[in-house]
């Protein structure tokens, strides 16, 4: 419902559609091309996935990514695609008192996407999470080429975003604490 009593956490276009997270559900705005689009239909299209917060959701080339408190999520239309199944006990550590600081980013040239996290009580997000989906995003059943990664940032975000985590000649990124390969 779109009255659910949850915040509105993040709001991104996308295909014509306008995707709106709250807290813990996902709901979508089409242009009718007759009314003000105060007056456009909403759509719940997840009960349970939402964003963390403003900066919890990206995307580029017809998809959209989430990052909420139940995982990470894939929308290529009106479903959503859990992505964060092979590291979910380590998704379950993210720290919900800071979680409206994540940050995701796609790079969709070095098919990368950064999503930067608080997992302890710090008042800095230091930790990424770092997925690769240059062999593809995998499906609900099978996770197929997708690979996960960690780096810890150090500096914050801040002097990150200026060259997206320094990556290598290869687009890869360097010094990961460890690596999930799926």
Same mark, same amino acid.
């Given at each position: 419902?779109?009255?659910?009593? *949850?915040?509105? !956490? !993040?709001?991104?276009?996308?295909?014509?559609?306008?995707? %709106?997270?709250?807290?813990?559900?996902?709901?979508?705005?089409?242009?009718?091309? +007759?009314?003000?689009?105060?007056?456009?239909?909403?759509?719940?299209?997840?009960?349970?996935?939402?964003?963390?917060?403003?900066? !919890?959701?990206?995307?580029?080339?017809?998809?959209? +990514?989430? /990052?909420? +408190?139940?995982?990470?999520?894939?929308?290529?239309?009106? #479903?959503?695609?859990?992505?964060?199944?092979?590291? *979910?006990?380590?998704?379950?550590?993210?720290?919900?008192?800071?979680?409206?600081?994540?940050?995701?980013? %796609?790079?969709?040239? /070095?098919?990368? /996407?950064?999503?930067?996290?608080?997992?302890?009580?710090?008042? *800095?997000?230091?930790?990424?999470?770092?997925? @690769?989906? #240059?062999?593809?995003? $995998?499906? @609900?059943?099978?996770?197929?080429?997708?690979?996960? $990664?960690?780096?810890?940032?150090?500096? $914050?975000? !801040?002097?990150?975003?200026? #060259?997206?985590? $320094?990556?290598?000649?290869?687009?890869?990124?360097?010094?990961?604490?460890?690596?999930?390969?799926?």
């Amino acid at each position: 419902k779109k009255d659910n009593g *949850q915040p509105i !956490a !993040a709001v991104r276009e996308n295909r014509g559609f306008l995707y %709106v997270a709250k807290t813990h559900s996902m709901h979508i705005l089409e242009d009718d091309g +007759v009314n003000a689009p105060s007056l456009w239909g909403t759509r719940e299209i997840s009960s349970s996935i939402g964003a963390f917060g403003p900066n !919890a959701i990206d995307g580029t080339e017809g998809i959209i +990514v989430v /990052a909420g +408190v139940s995982g990470f999520y894939l929308f290529r239309g009106p #479903s959503g695609m859990r992505l964060s199944y092979e590291i *979910q006990p380590t998704w379950d550590t993210i720290c919900g008192v800071y979680g409206s600081r994540t940050h995701v980013i %796609v790079d969709p040239k /070095a098919q990368l /996407a950064y999503i930067f996290v608080p997992l302890t009580l710090v008042n *800095q997000i230091v930790n990424c999470f770092v997925l @690769d989906y #240059s062999s593809g995003w $995998g499906t @609900d059943e099978d996770p197929g080429g997708r690979n996960w $990664g960690w780096d810890i940032a150090g500096g $914050g975000i !801040a002097e990150i975003y200026g #060259s997206i985590l $320094g990556l290598n000649d290869e687009n890869r990124l360097e010094g990961w604490a460890f690596g999930v390969s799926t």
